[in-house]
Each structure stands twice: as C-alpha cells, then as structure tokens.
C-alpha cells in the first residue's frame, strides 16, 4: 500500500486524494487530523533526502508518497498518480508566494 501524507486545505493534496478515492491501492493520511500522523510525517521531513529542495524552497513538503518499498518522494507520478494542472484552482497554494505546498 501507498501512503500519501498530506492535508485537505493543501490544493495539490486535494488533488491527489481525489485520484484514489476507493481506491485500497493507497492511504492517505492527514497531518493535521492527529498529532502522532504529524509526528509521523514530521520524522520523515527531518530525515529523508527527498525534502531537501522542499524544505530550500520554503515549501511543507506535501503531498508526500512512502512507496510499498519504503521509497520517498514528492512526485506524484512516482505512486502511478497526476499532478494538479497549473491552470487548475488557480492561485490556490500552500506557500505565499503561490508556488507550491
């Protein structure tokens, strides 16, 4: 199982959680729904590689996929999904600058 990290109020996770809905294939966890979830997405953040031009960026680092092998990343077609069309929601993002989440 894929598990997504991510929040409903972010614009590219709302996009992504709509990709799997029904589907068993993938989790999605919400960060802010529970402390232990942000600890958990939090340990990930801190520790893996795959942040690092997030976290230069300024950006959370969601939606963020932990592949069946352990493997992380941001990208969403890694874990057989799409990103958001920029046209799509526009000017909706998580960051102040409207760049991303």
Do not use: N
């Not at 929040?7 to 990709?19: G, I, L, R």
């Amino acid at each position: 199982m894929i598990k997504i990290y991510g929040m409903p109020s972010c614009p590219d996770c709302a996009a992504v959680e709509e990709q799997v809905k029904g589907d068993a294939r993938y989790e999605v966890i919400d960060i802010g729904a529970h402390i232990s979830h942000l600890k958990a997405f939090l340990r990930l953040r801190d520790s893996e590689p795959a942040f690092e031009a997030a976290k230069r960026k300024g950006w959370a680092g969601v939606p963020c996929f932990v592949l069946e092998d352990g493997t992380v990343t941001l990208r969403p077609e890694e874990a057989g999904l799409s990103r958001r069309s920029a046209g799509v929601a526009a000017g909706t993002a998580c960051s102040i600058d409207g760049s991303g989440c």
